[in-house]
C-alpha cells in the first residue's frame, strides 16, 4: 500500500537540534512537492514548508533560516533539519505529498496524501 511514513521525532531541549525524515513508499512523490505540516496543542495544522521536485525551498516566516527541507530522490526520502527549536516548535509533524500537481502550496487541502505524524516536543 503507498504511503507516507515519518520519522525522526522526539523531545529537545530549547535550543536543540532535530532531523525528521519522511520516507515515500510506493507513491512516486520523486519529482513532485513535498510539504511538511505541524499541528501544535490546541492550534490548526499549519504550513511548516516545502520542497519542489526541483529542490526548491520554502518557509513559514517563523521557521525561516532555523529549519531546513532536503530531499534525496533516490532513496525517495525528504528531511526536514530543526535546529534552535524553542518552545513555540513543539507539535505533531506531518509530510505530505502532492501528486495532482507539479507546483507547490501552502494549503493542506492542495496535497493529496499524508503520513500520520510524529511528535516533536521541545522541552527543558
Known amino acids: 500500500q503507498a504511503q507516507l511514513v515519518e520519522s525522526g521525532g522526539g523531545s529537545v531541549p530549547p535550543g536543540g537540534s532535530l532531523r525528521l525524515s519522511c520516507a515515500d513508499s510506493?507513491?512516486?512523490?520523486?519529482?513532485?512537492?513535498m510539504g511538511w505540516f505541524r499541528q501544535g496543542p490546541g492550534n490548526a495544522r499549519e504550513w511548516v514548508g516545502y520542497i519542489t521536485g526541483g529542490g526548491f525551498t520554502d518557509y513559514r516566516d517563523s521557521v525561516r533560516g532555523r529549519f531546513t527541507i532536503s530531499r534525496d530522490n533516490a532513496k525517495n526520502i525528504v528531511s526536514l533539519q530543526m535546529n534552535s527549536v524553542n518552545p513555540e516548535d513543539t507539535g505533531m509533524y506531518y509530510c505530505?505529498?502532492?501528486?495532482?500537481?507539479?507546483?507547490?502550496?501552502?494549503?493542506?487541502?492542495?496535497?493529496?496524501?499524508w503520513g500520520h505524524g510524529t511528535q516533536v516536543t521541545v522541552s527543558s
Open positions: 505530505a505529498a502532492r501528486l495532482s500537481s507539479v507546483t507547490c502550496s501552502t494549503l493542506s487541502n492542495n496535497y493529496n496524501y
Open positions: 510506493g507513491l512516486s512523490t520523486r519529482n513532485r512537492c
